[in-house]
């Protein structure tokens, strides 16, 4: 069983813990998310604005932008350093529900600049953008349509939108391209590929050195059924792919930076990894204990579990380490009209040697 980790937990208040996204960002100093128009009855669908929280410096959290299409979905958010991305929804101007606007965000309060956006037929179910802030900027994977042909890319640009090009790129028969991460230099990204195979698919990890020109990629250890690498300056995790990119997985692999020495963990369903200095964060689809693997210890530990009668798990998407934060989501998920006992809450996660 995993041993208890005791840590001191933070709730930020109500207002701020119910009318949320459905996932959350996390640099290791800052946190982001997107958050429901206040003005609404409800949802509706509407979730046009972004709010930040610095842990130990903010008493509350603040708007950094707000959306002027207010009938926008912010699905996905990326912070580093005071800069921030995201990822847009909106079916009555992006042509559907599969329509997509990927934003770079370079400061609080900024003007928001287009990066990319969807092509292809509307009703064709391609894969909306992954995406991580560097050093330098942005790198994303997206689908686009070259000459006719549906086509995988790995891209960066920087913030300000210059410097918009492709690093990889392949058919979307041949190659995809999924997962990038960044280490905590900005400097080099770790990405998953989806391989045709025989009769099936190989699911490998890669890394590219952003400083490289031009950028090579390096597999990461020999595994066939490995997605989502996540790194740190030591260590390197994956989980394994079961069928597809975006099953719930049944295990995690620990593994040295190069991919060397892995170690398999065995974990029910699987999904979301982050890394920070010494710890692992997932979303494991249980929802009612909340774990993390100690790299140190080399073990998982508990930082909060739910039974019944309770009615409170944790929701998917919010769990995420980077440095030494944690952030996650409490939920009611037998009151779900109800959020009262929803609550965004932080902690401080003991540092390496400690």
């Known amino acids: 069983m995993p041993a208890d980790l005791a840590l001191d937990l933070h709730g930020l208040s109500a207002a701020w813990s119910n009318r949320t996204g459905p ?22 669908g509407h979730v046009p604005d972004i709010a930040a929280f610095t842990p130990g410096v903010d008493s509350e959290p603040r708007i950094v932008y707000s959306h002027p299409d207010r009938d926008s979905l912010i699905w996905e958010v990326a912070v580093r350093d005071g800069q921030y991305a995201f990822l847009e929804f909106n079916s009555r101007l992006l042509g559907g529900e599969n329509g997509w606007r990927l934003w770079a965000l370079p400061a609080a309060n ?10 292809g037929p509307p009703d064709d179910p391609r894969p909306g953008p992954s995406f991580v802030l560097t050093r330098d900027g942005i790198v994303w994977t997206a689908v686009h349509d070259r000459q006719g042909v549906p086509t995988y890319e790995l891209r960066t640009a920087r913030l300000d939108g210059s410097g918009n090009r492709t690093l990889l790129t392949s058919p979307a028969k041949t190659l995809q391209y999924w997962y990038p991460s960044v280490d905590p230099s900005g400097t080099t990204i770790a990405y998953a590929t989806v391989a045709h195979a025989g009769s099936g698919y190989a699911f490998r990890v890669w890394s590219l050195d952003l400083t490289a020109a031009p950028a090579v990629p390096t597999r990461l250890g020999d595994s066939d059924v490995a997605t989502q690498p996540v790194a740190n300056e030591s260590h390197l995790a994956w989980r394994i792919a079961d069928e597809n990119v975006s099953n719930e997985s049944s295990a995690m692999v620990l593994a040295g930076r190069d991919g060397s020495g892995a170690t398999t963990v065995g974990v029910q369903r699987l999904t979301n990894l982050s890394i920070g200095n010494r710890f692992v964060g997932f979303d494991a689809i249980e929802h ?16 909060e579990r739910h039974a019944q009668p309770e009615t409170l798990g944790f929701q998917p998407g919010w769990t995420r380490v980077a440095g030494d934060l944690l952030v996650f989501r409490r939920v009611d998920y037998f009151n779900a009209d109800d959020p009262a006992d929803s609550q965004i809450v932080w902690a401080r996660l003991p540092a390496p040697a400690e």
Do not use: C, F, I, P
């Open 23 to 44: 996932t959350v960002a996390n640099d290791g100093t800052e946190l982001a998310w997107s958050v429901m128009d206040s003005a609404s009855k409800g949802s509706d």
């Open 110 to 119: 900024a003007k928001a600049v287009l990066l990319d956006t969807r092509d």
């Open 288 to 303: 009612v204990r909340l774990e993390l693997y100690d790299l140190q210890a080399q073990r998982l530990v508990t930082v």
